[in-house]
């Protein structure tokens, strides 16, 4: 079992920047990729970005690509979503969530999820 911390959301206008962190607890060796995921009211949930934890490589939908950086601490089994230049249509509720095995931005291929923090970009 892994478990998962989200933190960092908050409301912040358009343009500004937040910060979220994923703090990761458990059975941490068996992270291969960090994933970040947001759900808007309404909406289904979406890939934002993730992470390969051996290594680094990163991937971005192409919504966030030049905006959203990840990036990880392994000693400290924690990974960030740093958020720039935001805008009213990035508010949603972010997950961070791990997999095993391949990379994937399917949602449904990762198998443990943080609570999720709040984002609320105002015009």
């Known amino acids: 079992q892994v478990q998962l911390v989200e933190s960092g959301g908050g409301l912040v206008q358009a343009g500004g920047s937040l910060r979220l962190s994923c703090a990761a607890s458990?059975?941490?060796?068996?992270?291969?990729?960090m994933g970040w995921f947001r759900q808007a009211p309404g909406k289904e949930r979406e890939f934002v970005t993730a992470i390969r934890w051996s290594g680094g490589a990163t991937y971005y939908a192409d919504s966030v690509k030049g905006r959203f950086t990840i990036s990880r601490d392994n000693a400290k089994n924690t990974g960030y979503l740093q958020m720039n230049s935001l805008k009213p249509e990035d508010t949603a509720v972010y997950y961070c969530?791990?997999?095993?095995?391949?990379?994937?931005?399917?949602?449904?291929?990762?198998?443990?999820w943080g609570q999720g923090t709040q984002v609320t970009v105002s015009s």
């Open positions: 969530a791990i997999k095993r095995g391949l990379y994937s931005s399917t949602p449904d291929r990762y198998g443990y």
């Open positions: 458990g059975r941490t060796f068996s992270m291969d990729y």
